[in-house]
């Protein structure tokens, strides 16, 4: 299968900081890809969706200005998450999707705490 | 309303005890039903795609069925390290967002010894 890595697999940052979260495919062209929140025991929210290229789209309350996309190639996004609070502490996994793979492919996750 | 509602919740087997899960959906035109399985603090993994209705997909102990309304995932003899949340999810034929997945609430599998 297609591999997607993320980096940092786990980050803990004082709240007013910003925190970049970098979302790669390994192996294929990933011309969309995904961000998602995950609380626990609860399933995957899909924050926004990033083409290569393009401007992200982002799901319906998710604040643009605090989650800043960015896909400037075929195999990396990031995720910015700027002025980080306490309630901005959770999973975030990214996912992607390109050429030649058509499913989905996600990442292992980054656990963001911030204190 | 849940366009992805799984089943059940919670499912503890004994190793060895086959089961189904469920996952019924409710998206008007469906373009793919997909399977992953996700362990603790880790990103979800794949396993299968199913497209039309009587598709049938197999990995092990697992097998994947699809209907019009709904998929099951059939665990055969499972073992403890088949513990994990499974997933399902799909993706609407003609969505705004191309690729978009709409998940379920997932099933928590537990197989004990």
């Known amino acids: 299968g297609a591999v997607v890595s993320q980096h940092p697999s786990w980050v803990i940052c004082k709240s007013g900081t910003s925190v970049k979260i970098e979302c790669r495919s390994l192996?294929?062209?990933?011309?969309?890809m995904f961000w998602y929140r995950q609380f626990p025991k609860q399933s995957l929210m899909l924050m926004a969706t990033?083409?290569?290229?393009?401007?992200?789209?982002?799901e319906q309350g998710v604040e643009k200005d605090k989650f800043l996309i960015n896909h400037a190639s075929l195999t990396l996004s990031t995720l910015t998450v700027t002025s980080a609070h306490p309630e901005d502490s959770s999973f975030y996994i990214c996912?992607?999707?390109?050429?030649?793979?058509?499913?989905?492919?996600f990442g292992p996750g980054t656990r963001l705490t911030v204190t | 309303e849940d366009q992805v509602t799984q089943s059940p919740e919670a499912l503890r087997l004994q190793e060895g005890e086959s089961s189904s899960l469920n996952c019924s959906y409710t998206?008007?035109?469906?373009?793919?039903l997909f399977w992953y399985r996700q362990d603790p603090g880790k990103g979800p993994e794949f396993l299968f795609t199913?497209?039309?209705a009587g598709e049938e997909k197999e990995k092990e102990r697992l097998k994947a069925t699809l209907t019009k309304k709904e998929s099951f995932l059939h665990i055969t003899a499972p073992k403890p390290e088949d513990s994990a949340t499974y997933l399902c999810?799909?993706?609407?034929?003609?969505?705004?967002?191309?690729?978009?997945?709409?998940f379920g609430r997932g099933t928590q599998l537990t197989v004990w010894p």
């Open positions: 199913l497209y039309s």
């Open positions: 999810a799909v993706q609407e034929a003609g969505g705004s967002t191309l690729g978009r997945l709409y």
């Open positions: 990033s083409n290569e290229g393009s401007k992200a789209t982002y």
């Open positions: 996912s992607a999707t390109g050429l030649p793979v058509y499913e989905q492919y």
């Open positions: 192996d294929f062209q990933a011309t969309t």
């Open positions: 998206v008007s035109g469906l373009r793919g």
